[in-house]
């Protein structure tokens, strides 16, 4: 089955530096790729997408890249700052599999130090 | 900025006892969605829907699941009869459809926590 992999634990950085995310898809590939952001208590909030034929798209301080080959897909938010913490959640749009839908990752929770 | 929205955002309930969840998709988008989060765990996809039918349904969403458009601009999700473990954050979630790379993001609600007691 399909599988998407965050890293569980949580990410503490000083605030100033680049916050590095990953996600890690098993088995087939998505037609594309988002990233959201949910605070706790509340809905994801779209960020960037990405798809299968693009390498890197940017947005702001925001940097997705996504490399089919490895079958991972990396988010940076340069310049992180403390409003940055937040649960970051990758979510996949698959076509192969018939699934028309999101397939979400469990996210890695951001933490930013001042 | 349009955005989905939800009512109630909480919600209490007696097992067993029937809910109604309710959204309100971006009006221009053609396709809208369900998707459950239990507490901690990851969001996880319930139902699709487009053009006034059901056109994909998760493991998840059995016979005590129903969805319906009752009119242009409402959305919502039933729940016959309410099981312990049903108790989790709702949201709904809406496309535009048509080509583009922001045509094809899902927007989503600010959910509804459902506590089934």
């Known amino acids: 089955s399909q599988k998407i992999e965050q890293n569980s634990e949580a990410l503490n950085i000083q605030e100033g530096k680049t916050a590095t995310l990953t996600c890690n898809y098993t088995n087939y590939s998505p037609a594309y790729l988002q990233w959201y952001r949910q605070d706790p208590g509340r809905g994801p909030v779209f960020l960037l997408l990405i798809r299968e034929n693009e390498k890197e798209k940017r947005k702001e301080r925001l940097k997705v890249t996504f490399d089919t080959t490895l079958k991972q897909s990396l988010f940076h938010i340069t310049a992180s700052q403390p409003a940055d913490s937040a649960t970051y959640l990758c979510?996949?749009?698959?076509?192969?599999?018939?699934?028309?839908?999101?397939?979400f990752g469990s996210g890695t929770r951001l933490q930013v130090q001042p | 900025e349009p955005e989905v929205t939800q009512t109630p955002s909480h919600q209490v309930t007696q097992m067993g006892q029937e809910v109604i969840l309710r959204c309100v998709p971006i009006s221009n988008h053609l396709y809208f969605y369900w998707y459950r989060q239990i507490l901690g765990q990851k969001v996880e996809f319930l139902v699709s829907?487009?053009?006034?039918?059901?056109?994909?349904k998760s493991e998840i969403f059995d016979d005590q699941f129903s969805v319906e458009r009752p009119d242009g601009s409402n959305f919502t999700l039933k729940i016959r009869s309410t099981k312990l473990e049903d108790s989790a954050m709702y949201f709904c979630?809406?496309?535009?459809?048509?080509?583009?790379?922001?045509?094809?993001?899902?927007?989503f609600g600010p959910g509804t926590r459902l506590l089934v007691l």
């Open positions: 979510a996949l749009f698959f076509m192969d599999t018939g699934r028309r839908a999101l397939t």
């Open positions: 829907f487009y053009n006034n039918e059901i056109s994909e």
């Open positions: 979630a809406s496309r535009g459809g048509l080509a583009g790379p922001y045509q094809e993001t899902q927007y």
